[in-house]
Every structure is written in structure tokens, then in C-alpha cells.
């Protein structure tokens, strides 16, 4: 499974062969287990690691190099997550070396798949924000960016997901239980960052922060590679050590718990993404963690940036930061502190730099996932930032008058700083501070960028049109779909041949192919296999039995009540009392039999989702058991939602959910990797699926529900949820079932505040679309038992798929962000 249409010649692909054999060699000589597969997948890491260490030096040189061999400044891309999965597949099929890798595991008694399959996710992320800076990552090497991505090193990532009784539990993910083979440590780079304290102005007139608390941040890098070309991309987290490690006044006399307080509160803030905020402790450590990293990865920038003989004036020339969403907002108040108070520059100068390099992603318009926090804790932790966003404030305010005359209550919604009511705290407005230092502010499809320009962000786009724009996420098709699913990639590459695989929007050869029966065919083989793929999975992890000739429905993704997930098993109660109801099938035509497949985790304090989740396993614990619909419906909940389940999951898809209430989901990238791998989408005119739907043809697509426009009108008339359950004798009944207990028969009660919040509330109008939905269900239905035709529509949806690469992606960034500015 070598990709063709790699750069380096067979020449050179011997002595890489050679190196990586000493190397793999080398690494397993000092393995102390023996040969045992883990051994092998260390050496393999890190004989990867080496060959990679080498192209990252190329690519440093390269970039350090004059502007006018570059595409664009340096980007350096800073994001809370970072959900990049295993890495030992991707090295291996960027370096060409999974041939001599089989080889060397076979002379060993190891297959490949086996070595492949043990290792641990890197899981820095939570969902579809992270995996897209990871999928980021991949087109920075494969476009030959000069770029870094900033992260931090979480010790036990989010969580695991356990189940257990049908219950979600949390455990640690002990991802590096086994070391890190991929991580080179940068010892080297050390910056200092401070918390709390106090700020004093100098006789120079110049503001000193004396923080309280000290802490070090250590680098680790992990290299992302190229496909097709030998640069690479740079993944830098970073680590907290104390400043002073050990109290050693406290160590001398014994108490060694005081001893080490330092370095325990330093290593905390690497524990886990997303520390559960219920609590005040965890708020103060999500937004330590925040200027943790902010301010670190602003240091570095700065610090090459001198390194390579620049001065400051061209800072924001030569460097792009830009902003994965508001958890790193912080970052132009820190860049403004480092400007001011460490390297002397004046304000207008600092600001003018901050923002020529600052831009934005905005990823959610829910008012409640905006990040505010409270201006005591800011004076708590972060008195010199808080100092310098009143002086933005202030200037910024001023602009907002001189445009607005006498509009003070735009001026107070717009205002960086929430004063709060009579009953509330004053708070800071992360959004707005990201949006007032950037020069360009971006939504991530084009129904989401233009939702956010006339609702959350409506008063900023007033005063700054230009500044707003659009950007369509996208997904690299080396890991969804040349590694996911070699047998597709096959497929195409025997058809179209392979230049797909260096430019996507060549599946559009797939066009005039698609309704070839013969293509059809082999396409449903291959399906079939991925799908046998998966049946033995789900048969190992849960002993569930399923027909692999069943239709296989997928949803996977966070479990989220605007994903509607309950939506998707109100439909499996439907089907399931339809079939009790009508065991012949529909029309007197059997039942096309489905397995309906769920993963996700849910957010450990959502207990909403969580019970979701719940349902979801009693629902799957009566259905899977109930003779009277064998072989006709199955549930699956398969634990643990990460990166390499969805590899194995989104190849054997028939049909892909995409179901959020119209005007919720911002993109979803979920949606284009089950499309590029020949899922045909059941989903809401919402987020990218508009944009996949018009690329291929809105019929190649099963679209349902209410529009963005038909929810905001439902809405403002008052939303009875209870009347569509009226006038619906089907949903009554399966609202019931689940009311009365059927499906929770020790404990009938379990569901009741699930079916008051659906018939009094309903936030997500999930009642209103189920109609549709369930209608659209039978479409579905009906196509899938005409497999020629389903195979056509099929393969239709990955013909138009090209324009959803991250590599496109990376592009639209380049020429409208990240672009060297003009005239230098
Ligand atoms: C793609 C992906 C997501 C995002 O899925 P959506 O359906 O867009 O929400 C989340 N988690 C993982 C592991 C993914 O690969």
C-alpha cells in the first residue's frame, strides 16, 4: 500500500529503507521486553521519528530562509486541542516505509495490522475542533507552510470512556503510559510564565508585573509529515515545570508535601483538557492553562523570529498567529504585554503589529459556549492582561462612539467588558477581544459565517464589514481516506488514477464513471469487506452479532442535544414498533434490515447527554434481545469515540446522520469524511452540509427538516412542541413507550424528565423535524434496495468531494489571512 506519486527517487527510497532498518534495529536492541509487539511499535516510532527529525531540519532551514521563497509569513496556529490520533500509519505511508516495516515485523513473527493497532491515540482533543487543526497539520506539511501548531501537553488527554450498567464513566486516558516515542524534547526552550502578583509603574513609566506564582514552559515537539514532498509540520506543545521545583527550606525540615507544592501545582495544569469548570479551582485552571499556552507559544515566535536576525518592526510582516476559536483569545493582550513591557515598544507601534499578525476562527454561535470570564479572576491571576484589555477597551470604545454618536447601548454591547446587572460579575469577553485585535475574523462554512455576522457578532460586522469572511472546513484525504480505506483508494486509483491523492478535486474524473454498473459492483465489495471489518469489531468489543447485508446507518460524533442524537433513536423506537406492528415489511415488501451504529462521548458534566447515552443502551438492550425483529434491527454503542474508531468505522458506513437542528452546527467535518468515503448523508440544511449538498448535486443527498429560516419563525411564534405530538399518532407512541418505562422496565421513571423536556421545551425541535425525518428514513429504505442505483448515488458523493480537502482549506487561508501583506 506504498502512495504512489511520492517525490523521493527509488535511489533514494534504498538508503531511507536502510536508515529506517538500522534504526528499527537499534531501537529494539535496547528494548528490554524482547521482540514482544510493544517493542516493535516503540522501534518503529522511533526509527520514524529519526527519519522525520532529519526533514525537520531540511524544512527549518528552508523556512528561515527570505520571504520570497515562501507561500506565506510563518503561520503559527494556537489551539486548546489538538486530536491527532495514532501517528505510526501516517509516517509509515508518508515515508513510503510500510513495506520494509512488514518485512521487518515478519522476520519477528508480528503482522503489521497488529503493531498498527497497538498503539494509543494521541487524544488531545475533544471533537471536531480538534480534529480539524490536526487534519490543519497535515495540509501545513502537504502545502509546504511554513508553520507551527501550539498546543499543550496534556498528561491524561480528556477521558476514556468507559460504560458501565449503560452508563457513561470517565476513567484517566493513560495515553503515554508507554512513553512517547514520537516526542522530541526541546530542553532548550524555556520560558518563563508568571501568574497573579502585583503590577507597579517604574520611574520610567513603564508597568512591572511581579507575579506571585513562576512557572517554566518546556517544548516537545511532534512532526507532522508530507505526503508527497519531504517537508513537515511542526506540533509544539508545551509542558509546566515550577520554577523553583522544590521548597528546599521545606525539604530540609522534612515536610516534603510543602516541599513539592510548587511543582504539583505546575503539573496540574497538564493533567487534563477541559478541567471539569463546576467548580471555582477548575475555572482557575482552564484559564491558567489558557495564558499557558498563549504565552509560551508568543515567546517562541518572538524568540525566533529575533534568532533569525529580524527586528521587531517586522514582526507582524513575517508572522501570522491565528486564533482556534476563543480559548487562545488571550493572546493579543499577552503579545501586547511582551511588546510593551519587555521589549520597550510604544502602544501604537505594539498594536499595530498585533493586529497585521492576529486572526480569528470562530467555531459556535451558542451564546453560552463564548468565553467570558470573571474580571476578579482576572485580577487574581492575570492583573497586567487585565491592565492592558481596559487600555484596548478604552481605545476601542472611543472608535465605537465617534462611528455611533450617542449609542450607548451598542457601546455596551460591544464593550470587551460585560458590566453586568445588579445581581452578576463584571466579566471579560474573550470573543470580543479576539475579533477587536484581528484583521480578519472567519466562520467555518458559509451558513455559519453569515449566521454569525446577523446574530452573535452583528454589531462588530456593523462597524467592520471587511473584516468578516468565510472559510469551508475540510478534512485530509491521507488519513480519511487513503489510510481508513485502502480498499476505496484502490478502487479510485484503478479508475481515475492516482492523482486524487495529491489534488482531491480530482475525484471529479469519478463523474462520468458513476453510473458504470461494473464500478458499482466492486464499490459494494468493498464496502461489504470494510463492513465485515466492522461486524468483527463490534462482535469482539460488545458479542453482538450483526448482518453485515444490513444497511449500516452511522452516527458518531459528540454527544450534544443539538446533534440530536435522541432524534436518531426516537427513528430506531419508530422502526422497531413498526416492525412488531408490520413484520412482513412496509407494502407487503420485506424490511430492509438496518444496524443503526452510535459513538460519542458526552461532556462529563452534561447529564442531558448522559443520558442520552443511557437510553441509547436500554433502547439496544431490549431491541438486540427481542426475537420478533431478528435480523431486522440492531442498536450498537460503541464506547470510547476517538480518531482511530472513526477509522474504522466511517469506511463501513451506508448511511451518514447529520441531523443537528438547522442553524447549530457550525461545519461538522464528520459529515465530509463518511461522504469522501461513500456514506450517503440523511441531514438538515445546516453547517457544510449546504455546501456538500450543491458540490454534488442536492439529489445525491437525503435532505430533511426545517430550514435556519422556517426554526427562527417557529421560534418566534412559540414553539408548542406538544402539538406536533398531538397530530402524530406514531410519535405519541413512541414517546410513550419511553415515558411508560418500556424501555427502562426496573426503573419506568428514568425517562420522565427526557419526555417533559421534549414535550414542554423541545430547544432542539426535535418533534417538529421527526415527521420528515422519519419519512426521509423510508427513502432511504427504498433506495438501498436497489443497490445499483445506491451505488450510483454513492459514488456520485465522493466525485464531489474534491472540494473539501483541508489541503483547499489551507489554501483559502493562505490567500486571504495568512498572506504576506502587500508592499513588503
Ligand atoms: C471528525 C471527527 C469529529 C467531528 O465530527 P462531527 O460529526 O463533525 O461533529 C469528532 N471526533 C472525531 C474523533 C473525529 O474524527
Redesign the pocket.
Known sequence: MTAPNRSPSAADDGALRAAFRAAFERELGLATQGTTVDAALRAAAAACRDLLAQRWTRTQAEDAGPDGQRVSRRVHYLSMEF?MGRALGNALAALGLEDELRDQLARLGHSLPDVLERESDAALGN??LG?LAACFLDAFAEQGLPAFGYGLRYRYGMFAQGIEGGRQIERPDDWMKHGEPWELPRPELRYPVGFGGHVSIGADLRHHWSPAERLVAEGYDFIVPAHHSERVATLRQWQAKAADPIDFNAFCHGDYAAASRHQLAADSLNWVLYPDDSTAAGRALRLKQEAFLVSASLQDLIARHLREGQSLDTLGQRNAIHLNDTHPALAPAELMRLLLDEHQLPWHQAWAITTQAVSYTNHTLMPEALETWPVSLFEELLPRHLGIIYEINHRFLDDVRRRFPHDHSRVARMSLIDEGSDHSERRVRMAALAIVASHKVNGVSALHSELMVQTIFADYAAMWPERFHNVTNG?TPRRWLSQANPGLAGLLDGRIGTAWRKDLGQLAALKPLAADPALGQEFMAVKRANKQRLAARIERELGLAVNVDSLFDVQ???IHEY?RQLLNLLHVVARYQAILDNPQGPDGKDWVPRTVVIAGKAASAYQAAKLIIRLAHDIAAIINHDPRVAGRLKLVFLPN???SL?ETILPAADLSE?ISTAGTEA?????M?FALNGAITIGTWDGANIEMAEAMGVENMFVFGLRTEAVAQLVARGYQPARFERENAQLQRVLNAIDKGLFSPTEPERYRPLIDHLLGIDRYLLLADFADYVATQAQVDALYRQPAAWAERALRNVAGMGWFSADRTIRDYVERVWAVPEGV
Open positions: 486530536l471533537g471536531g480534529r478534512v458518531i460524533k459528540r446533534k469515540y476517538s480518531v472513526a447529520q461545519s461538522g467535518t464528520g459529515n469524511k
